[in-house]
């Protein structure tokens, strides 16, 4: 059986135990995992209508059956020509009563048309029960995410070449955003150069400010491979041998709290305890109003995806999962600092998917 087939089987089982009649998945990483197909998002509709109960079909425009045919080998296709009603072709597919899961990324604009045509079915998230089935990666997965971490570690690698004094976040971004596509990647999904002050802003815009001597950078960035398998990674540097008061301190606290967090990975722990494993030396050290987010968040086809590793969320981790654990000290208005690793779930406790040093690096 070929794998997006047991990716489907796996899905048709799961729908059935929701009570669902089907599922339904328009272009997005759900449809990458279930079928292999990349589908382009357009205000054509392409559905993945998988029936709790018998076989999947994909609804693609006329214009798209031989990408989808080549993209989703082995699905059987369904095709409409311009001007046709794809709605009413979905609803034939469908039970007129019942219960059906829809993922997060289906537009309104093809939703709608679908509610108005099935008055008596009941439309569910799907992402609850797909986010499950997605977050244990099989080992093919996993070796995919580790060549994805070797490439931005690469990266990483060179930061000495792009981050001094002189030069503004955004061209240094610049920089970054071309080594990541030359390390291997596919596409650069996100970069983020953030100096001095702005460091204490875990979301900070690279913008125009000059980066000074002394200034703590955080650099997190991330990719997309050729695989569809995401990097996400950040470190903390300082520009100069001198970091301003305190930082060195509770960089040391932080690097601390990251490699517990690491060290609490392994199966059967509750994703809530990895998170606090990092939280209590930093609110120990008297930080924790300013660790503002959580430690972590599952990675695969998207960067954020399920297991999230966040207070709450007490489900047992299991072999194969793999999430980032990145916690970080913000002081608003000076400087903050991160750490983030991707990090997988064996079965004797958790294997790092970055190997650069966590250490603070002066440049």
Same mark, same amino acid.
């Given at each position: 059986?070929?794998?997006?087939?047991?990716?489907?089987?796996?899905?048709?089982?799961?729908?059935?135990?929701q009570g669902w009649t089907a599922l339904?998945?328009?272009?997005?990483?759900?449809?990458?995992?279930?079928?292999?197909?990349?589908?382009?998002?357009?205000?054509?509709?392409?559905?993945? #209508?998988?029936?709790?109960?018998? &076989?999947?079909?994909?609804?693609?425009?006329?214009?798209?059956? =031989?990408?989808?045919?080549?993209?989703?080998?082995?699905?059987?296709?369904?095709?409409?020509?311009?001007?046709?009603?794809?709605?009413?072709?979905?609803?034939?597919?469908?039970?007129?009563?019942?219960?059906?899961?829809?993922?997060? *990324?289906?537009? =309104?604009?093809?939703?709608?048309?679908?509610?108005?045509?099935?008055?008596?079915?009941?439309?569910?998230?799907?992402?609850?029960?797909?986010?499950?089935?997605?977050?244990?990666?099989?080992? =093919?997965?996993? =070796?995919?995410?580790?060549?994805?971490?070797?490439?931005?570690?690469? *990266?990483? %690698?060179?930061?000495?070449?792009?981050?001094?004094?002189?030069?503004?976040?955004?061209?240094?971004? $610049?920089?970054?955003?071309?080594?990541?596509?030359?390390?291997?990647?596919?596409?650069?999904?996100? #970069?983020?150069?953030?100096? $001095?002050?702005?460091?204490?802003?875990?979301?900070?815009?690279?913008?125009?400010? *000059?980066?000074?001597?002394?200034?703590? *950078?955080?650099?997190?960035?991330?990719?997309?491979?050729?695989?569809? /398998?995401?990097?996400?990674?950040?470190?903390?540097? #300082?520009?100069?041998?001198?970091?301003?008061? &305190?930082?060195?301190?509770?960089?040391?606290?932080?690097?601390?709290?990251?490699?517990?967090? #690491?060290?609490?990975?392994?199966?059967?722990?509750?994703?809530?305890?990895?998170?606090?494993?990092?939280?209590?030396?930093?609110?120990?050290?008297? /930080?924790?109003?300013?660790?503002?987010?959580?430690?972590?968040?599952?990675?695969?086809?998207?960067?954020?995806?399920?297991?999230?590793?966040?207070?709450?969320?007490?489900?047992?981790?299991?072999?194969?999962?793999?999430?980032?654990?990145?916690?970080?000290? /913000?002081?608003?208005?000076?400087?903050?600092? %991160?750490? &983030?690793?991707?990090?997988?779930?064996?079965?004797?406790?958790g294997r790092r998917l970055n190997t650069?040093?966590?250490?603070?690096?002066?440049?």
């Open positions: 059986m070929q794998e997006s087939q047991r990716r489907q089987e796996d899905a048709r089982r799961a729908a059935a135990g339904l998945v328009t272009p997005g990483s759900d449809l990458r995992h279930l079928t292999g197909y990349d589908a382009m998002p357009l205000e054509r509709l392409t559905c993945l #209508v998988l029936p709790a109960g018998g &076989e999947a079909t994909l609804i693609v425009p006329r214009l798209e059956r =031989a990408a989808a045919s080549a993209g989703a080998p082995g699905v059987q296709l369904a095709d409409y020509p311009d001007g046709a009603d794809p709605y009413g072709l979905l609803a034939d597919l469908l039970p007129p009563a019942g219960r059906v899961g829809v993922v997060d *990324v289906m537009p =309104a604009a093809h939703l709608l048309p679908l509610q108005e045509r099935l008055p008596g079915v009941r439309w569910e998230r799907a992402a609850p029960v797909l986010g499950r089935l997605r977050a244990v990666k099989s080992p =093919a997965e996993v =070796a995919a995410l580790a060549e994805a971490g070797a490439a931005i570690d690469a *990266v990483h %690698r060179q930061m000495h070449r792009w981050l001094r004094p002189g030069r503004t976040e955004a061209e240094v971004a $610049g920089d970054i955003a071309t080594a990541i596509r030359d390390a291997g990647h596919a596409r650069t999904d996100f #970069v983020i150069v953030a100096g $001095g002050p702005n460091a204490a802003s875990p979301h900070h815009s690279s913008g125009a400010r *000059v980066l000074e001597a002394g200034d703590p *950078v955080v650099v997190d960035i991330g990719g997309t491979m050729p695989s569809g /398998y995401c990097s996400d990674c950040t470190r903390t540097y #300082v520009l100069g041998p001198a970091a301003p008061p &305190e930082f060195a301190d509770y960089y040391a606290v932080l690097q601390a709290a990251q490699r517990a967090s #690491v060290a609490a990975v392994a199966p059967g722990v509750p994703a809530e305890a990895v998170d606090a494993a990092a939280r209590e030396p930093i609110t120990a050290a008297g /930080y924790g109003e300013a660790f503002l987010h959580r430690t972590g968040h599952g990675i695969g086809l998207d960067t954020h995806e399920d297991p999230y590793i966040v207070t709450g969320n007490s489900e047992p981790l299991r072999e194969g999962m793999a999430f980032s654990i990145e916690p970080g000290i /913000y002081l608003a208005g000076r400087h903050g600092a %991160r750490i &983030e690793d991707i990090v997988v779930c064996t079965a004797d406790g650069t040093g966590t250490g603070l690096v002066h440049l």
